[in-house]
């Protein structure tokens, strides 16, 4: 092959002029280190073209800056270095840059009584967006929990009272004859219904974390509503997840409560936006609740 020169048409100028939000790439393939494990993510990133009549941003430029992501692990500092990385390489042209990243994140969850274990996997999103001077950091969890619904449970619980006054009425209660009803189908002639359901959370984390406080704030959430989803599951288990269920039955409003409240303690976060889906097993649709929060100023 001939040396010739390459044509460099990013250099050139523009005929049409106007500047732009955002240019860069989406979805790509990069490993990630979390935990000191590795990660598939993918990777969008790119920066504001702030020059009117430059062509073109430098795409490789930002595309060889991620490759930090595979030795790195990934934590605030990182992601203000690849800002900085992508605002160095592109000196002239941009004023702002952003890099968002998508992976799933892999836990070990314990299981509620026996000493077993499995993993969840848990949808996540990263972003980090800013100039020189301010990064904004926003990460997004998206958790699978059970609800019951507390309107269902009373009204199962009113047709088994109706079920226990006709089956016992108007003759003397025997403790035997009543344990026996409770054990049998006729002591639960109506059960409640219950779905699986999704908190997707957007927190906007504080910009001096020295760690990603990922798997602080998920098990904080889990625990607020109390039925997140199990992985390993024997009879025991189940059973410590029915009376979980029967001791939490949660409109959607509640569990958007809980996990506000919740989330409004925790030190890390400066705002979040939270929405909650139940995926209504009595209904074809879905019953939705978001909720907002912001740190005030000090
Ligand atoms: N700006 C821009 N580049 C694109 C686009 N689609 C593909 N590319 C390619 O991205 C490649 C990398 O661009 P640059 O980073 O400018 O590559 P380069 O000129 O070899 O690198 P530098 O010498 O660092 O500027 C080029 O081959 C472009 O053709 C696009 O829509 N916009």
Redesign the pocket.
Known sequence: MTALPLP???RQMTTAPLALDW?GMQGIAVPLRLHGERLAAQADAGVSLDKADAR??????LYLALQRLAHEELRPALLRALIDDFLASHTELSQRASVRLHFEALLQRPALVSHLSGWKGYPCELLAEGDARHMRLELRLQLAYSSTCPCSAALARQLIQQRFASDFGGRALEHADLHAWLGGSAGIAATPHSQRSLADLRLQLRGDLAELPLLALLDCAERSLGTAVQTAVKRADEQAFALANGQNPMFCEDAARRLHHALAQREELLAFELTVVHAESLHAHDAVARSRWQREAA
């Open positions: 460099d048409i990013a240019v073109g941003i430098h795409m490789s430029r």
